[in-house]
């Protein structure tokens, strides 16, 4: 029996580096999350054309997670994410499906940066067909990894709604297909720079009963998407719908096109779906997937820091956890 | 047989006032489009918090026209467009659905500017059931009735493209149904303002394999749409789909599955649909409806000067055209 940190002590420092931000992770030797932060400075925080990127996001670890640092000794630095692209600090590959998650800890690439080596989870990516259009994944990897349990067998989809949601086909931790859709991103041009944002009033209030009505007009008609929602404009002119519950409308109808369409190629299995995103997006997938009869899981919004931890077990650079049977 | 002016001289002069533009027609005796000026001062160039709404829109129409008004006497002014809505002059009704555009003429609405007296055609509204949003036009009931003939008895679509396209269905003069469709303003947003525009880099040139594509891609699942657009990104990433012809491919897409969907609900009538746009959208539609085996006719971009003057025939601005058999 190898010997073990207790779980208070730090084992690995992971990072969630995206587009638009970087959540940190002090991470314990049974994966217990002990400590996390949450910033901005995502890759866009670095021009592509500075003369010296690794010292640029060198600075920002620094910043971001030096205290953390020991005096004598390290901890290993996992990051997942954007940082991995051609746009971040180096381009980390992809493996491609259908994958085993199991797999990507046995492909991490490395860079030295000023506070020690950062270790980089590669992406997923799905090469075209005739009928499909390629795509890839970073980041929401070690989400998945987080998520789902080695053990299931059952085909299971997991959604990770936000600007572009992405809904994953998955066998335990084998990665069978997925897609994204930008209804997200649509949403929030829609609400802010298009005819129908000039009738509205945006709150941080939920409209329920606007946000089920759009739900149920998207899912009738999810072909109809661009001539649907210019009835947010005309129920609003007609004052049944009103302005501060527009955007729920709206988000209710593209949503649910989102999830009718999305349903039709997915076989009517028991097993739930797994929604994993903020607890607002979460709670709308989840109502809209329940609208259909699916039932719904929402898993811990701190995957990331679960999947890293995984990662780090799989590749070493954090000792496998025991399995007791106590 | 009444004494009617020679076809040179002018007879009225014809406003399509709308939201962003205002287009001028001096107009003869036959229906003659004598001059047409074409500014951008429409209603929005007024604030509606303007101290004097009527002399602003009185200063806008006498730099217009001011030079177009005789010396002695007066020409009629005849007025179609949002200038008749809550947001213009005056709020010029609606007649309801279904109505013969031949009624239009004797529901105009007259207000008193400085350079005369302006007369404004109503819209048509469709009211709301439980299964259908209300919607309403304001300027396209002009063009129709400058598109359709009055003998014609056969069910006809009327397509008038846009940033908000109407698809309006008619027997005859006698309008049915209509609906709008956003997909032009989506194109707007997702083509300049997404992620999908960080790749693209926009031409005059017209890419018609690119749109063709899109064509296919949107018309097969219209219901994907939301998802399909991504497929933008990733062609263009795998190098594909080239920066140039991004922008063809996404106006392909959205328009492919506008007319997919739209072809759903219509009749699977032998009678052509009548396009009437700007050359470039008339080309893209009736490209689009081609595709689906549906006849298109491309109509007069002048529609709307022609239905002002069979306006003031109606309403007697202006004497009736006489029918000959020669």
Redesign the interface.
Known sequence: MAKQAPPGDPQMIGLDWGTSSLRAFLIGSDGTVLAERNGSDGIMAVSPDAADLRGEFSRIAQTAIGDWLPAHGSLPLLACGMIGSTQGIAEAGYLDLPTDLGAVGGQLMTVELTIGELHIVPGLQKT?TDAT????IRGEETELLGLLSAGQTEPTTVVLPGT?TKWVSCEGTRVTDF?????G??FG??ST???LSRLAEPTDDFHLDAFDWGLSVGAD???????????AR??A??G?LHAEAINDYLSGM?IG??V???L?TKADSAAPFIVCGTADLTMRYSRALRRHGRETTEADPRAAATGLFRIAEQSGLVPTKETTND
């Open positions: 075209s259009a390629p795509d890839v572009h897609s994204t859709s930008m209804s991103e649509v041009l829609l720079s298009s005819i008609d999810p072909a109809a998407l661009t001539s649907s929602i210019f009835s005309t129920w002119l007609d049944r593209l096109a989102e009718a369409s999305q039709t």
